[in-house]
C-alpha cells in the first residue's frame, strides 16, 4: 500500500504553483511561435457515443475513422519545408514527406507513390507560415485559444505529466448550458509552455469524447534522411501536378482527409458554410440546397446493393468515381468510399419537426447535426434547441 502511493505521487509532477491568467498566457506565446523542430508521436481518440449504427461495417476502413477508436500518427518535424507524417493502416503504413519543393505520398498496402513538385511561389505558402505543425495538440488549441473569454469559466487542475514531461492542467468550462461541451482540459509544458494534450468532455461525461497528445516527444532536428524518399523495387510510381486543393489527394493513398498538405494553398471561399452564433454556440450551417435534400432522400431509401447501372442511382453507388451533388449545382463531391458511413448515419438521425420546419436530427456526446428537408445541414457542439433556434433565425 506505502508503495502504491510512493508511486500515485510520483506521478504527479511538483511544480510552482501558476494562476489561469498565466497559463493563457504561456499557451497564446507558444502559438505564435514558430514550432521548433521535433519527433513525436501523437495519438487521437474519438469516442462520440455514436448510437448503433444500422448497415454499417466497423471494420470498414472508410468508417472507422470517421466514428470513433484511437490512431496514432508519426511525426518529424524539421520545419515547414521538411515534414514527414507517418499514419499506420491495416497492414501497412501511409507516409506524407515534404523536402523543400518535393513531397512524396507511399501507401505501402498498395505499393503506390506519388511525387508532388510543389510550384515556386513569389511569396510563401500559408504552410510555410503557420507557426504550428499540423496534427497536432498545438493545432488544436491555437484555434481553441479564440473560444476563450467572458463565456469561459477557466481553472487550474492537478498537474499532470505526458510524455514524460512535467506539464500544468488548466480547465475551460463553458458556461452556457446550451453547449454540449462540459469542460476542456489541456496540458501545458512547464518549461515550453506548448500544449502536450487535449481533452473534450461531453456535459455529464466521465471520460473524454475527445483528445489528441503526445505519447511521446524528443525536441531537436530529426536525422535528414526521414525527409528524403526513393520508391522500393517494384513500386508502382505516379508523378501528380498540385490541383488547388492539394489535400484532394490525400485520401487516395489512405492519409486522413483533413490532412493539410504542406505547401498547399487554402480551399476557395466558394461555397463555405456560414458560422452561426459565437464561441461555445457557433454552428457551422450549410445553405438549403434541394439537390443536397434530394441526395439525403436518395440515401435513406436505396439499398447498398442497388446496381451500378441503376437509372435512379443519380451517381451514388458505382465506381470510383461515384459523387453526389455539392452544395451548389457547379460541382460533385466523390463520395464513394463513404457511401456506408454516410447512409448509415443518416439511418441513425430522427425525425424532428417545429415552427422552423422539419427534419432529421442525430446527436451525440460531443455535437449535434441538423439535416433540414430544405436541404440546409446545421452542426455544432450545442444542444438541438440552438440548431432549431438558427435554422428559424436563417430561415427569417
Not at 10 to 35: D, F, H, I, S, Y
Not at 345 to 366: D, E, F, I, M, Y
Amino acid at each position: 500500500m506505502v508503495g502504491a502511493t510512493a508511486a500515485a505521487s510520483a506521478a504527479v509532477p511538483n511544480l510552482p504553483a501558476k494562476t489561469p491568467a498565466q497559463l493563457l498566457t504561456e499557451l497564446a506565446q507558444a502559438a505564435g511561435r514558430q514550432a521548433g523542430p521535433f519527433t513525436a508521436t501523437v495519438q487521437q481518440t474519438t469516442s462520440l457515443g455514436l448510437p448503433e449504427l444500422p448497415g454499417l461495417s466497423r471494420a470498414s476502413g472508410a468508417s472507422s475513422s470517421l466514428l470513433d477508436g484511437t490512431q496514432s500518427i508519426n511525426i518529424w518535424y524539421g520545419g515547414p519545408k521538411r515534414v514527414r507524417i507517418a499514419v499506420p493502416v491495416q497492414a501497412g503504413e501511409s507516409d506524407l514527406r515534404r523536402n523543400g519543393s518535393t513531397v512524396w505520398l507511399w501507401n505501402s498496402k498498395n505499393q503506390t507513390a506519388t511525387q508532388v513538385t510543389l510550384p515556386a511561389l513569389s511569396a510563401p505558402s500559408v504552410h510555410d507560415r503557420s507557426p504550428q505543425p499540423p496534427d497536432t495538440p498545438q493545432a488544436a488549441v491555437s484555434r481553441l485559444l479564440t473560444a476563450i473569454g467572458p463565456s469561459t469559466v477557466v481553472s487550474v487542475q492537478s498537474n499532470v505529466s505526458i510524455a514524460d514531461r512535467p506539464a500544468y492542467q488548466l480547465s475551460l468550462a463553458p458556461k452556457s448550458s446550451e453547449s454540449l461541451v462540459g469542460r476542456v482540459l489541456l496540458a501545458v509544458d512547464a518549461s515550453k509552455g506548448i500544449p502536450l494534450r487535449l481533452e473534450v468532455f461531453g456535459r455529464g461525461s466521465a471520460g473524454p469524447a475527445y483528445s489528441i497528445g503526445y505519447s511521446k516527444l524528443a525536441f531537436g532536428t530529426p536525422d535528414a534522411a526521414n525527409f528524403s524518399f526513393t520508391p522500393p523495387p517494384g513500386a508502382t510510381v505516379k508523378h501528380q501536378t498540385v490541383p488547388s486543393d492539394a489535400g484532394a489527394l490525400l485520401p487516395g493513398f489512405g492519409l486522413p482527409s483533413g490532412l493539410p498538405l504542406p505547401g498547399s494553398a487554402s480551399p476557395g471561399k466558394a461555397g463555405k458554410p456560414t458560422v452561426i452564433g459565437s464561441n461555445w454556440l457557433s454552428v457551422v450551417a450549410t445553405p438549403a440546397d434541394a439537390a443536397v435534400a434530394a441526395a439525403v432522400q436518395q440515401l435513406m431509401t436505396e439499398q447498398p446493393g442497388t446496381p451500378q447501372g441503376s437509372s435512379n442511382s443519380g451517381g451514388f453507388v458505382g465506381s470510383s468515381s461515384s459523387a453526389v451533388p455539392g452544395p451548389s449545382a457547379s460541382g460533385t463531391v466523390p463520395v464513394r468510399p463513404y457511401l456506408e458511413p454516410l447512409r448509415a448515419l443518416l439511418l441513425a438521425t430522427s425525425p424532428v419537426h417545429g415552427s422552423w420546419g422539419s427534419g432529421r436530427l442525430l446527436q451525440t456526446t460531443l455535437f449535434a447535426m441538423l439535416v433540414t428537408s430544405k436541404g440546409q445541414i446545421l452542426a455544432g457542439a450545442v444542444r438541438p434547441s440552438v440548431l432549431y433556434a438558427d435554422v428559424a433565425r436563417d430561415a427569417g
